[in-house]
């Protein structure tokens, strides 16, 4: 069982439309653990780091705007094959092309404005969970035994 953490972003246009709750309750009830979480305004440094891959490709300012332009919800999700589960339940890039059903399918419409972003392999969520939260994160036993009778 390999048990992965990977990086979720509410980027800011799922943060001004309301979708944070709506959004977390999907990682919740799919069954993975949040282990950190921040809702935080990004510098243009992070944004432009985060997005490094893409530094050359004709969006990347737009992009880095786009993610500095207001507040973001920024987590750690953890859980069995929490990487490859995180970017199904979100969807394709383009929302446009997204299954319905996933979260860029249900509520995205644009490639620029896709409501979240999810770590595509174990080595770019290394990457980006140092990045985000300098590799913090909790570590807690989540049972439900344990609240429920
Ligand atoms: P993300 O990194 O945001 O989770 O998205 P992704 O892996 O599904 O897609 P990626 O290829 O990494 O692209 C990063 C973000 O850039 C924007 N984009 N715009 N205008 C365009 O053609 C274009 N292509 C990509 C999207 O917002 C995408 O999420
Ligand atoms: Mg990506």
Known sequence: MAIEQT??????????????????????????????ARLMQVSRELAEAHYAEHRERPFFSELVQFITSSPVLAMVWEGENAVAVARSLMGKTNP?????????????????????HGS???????REIQL?????????DKSVEVWIR
């Open 7 to 36: 990086f979720v972003m509410v980027k800011p246009d799922g943060v001004q439309r309301g979708l944070m709750g709506e959004i977390i309750s999907r990682f919740e009830r799919k069954g993975l653990k949040l282990v950190a």
């Open 120 to 126: 595509d392999s174990p080595e770019s969520a290394a």
């Open 96 to 116: 446009a092309e997204a299954a319905p059903g996933t979260i860029r399918g249900d509520f995205g419409l644009t490639i620029g404005m896709n409501v979240v």
């Open 132 to 140: 985000w939260f300098d590799g913090e994160t909790l570590r807690y």
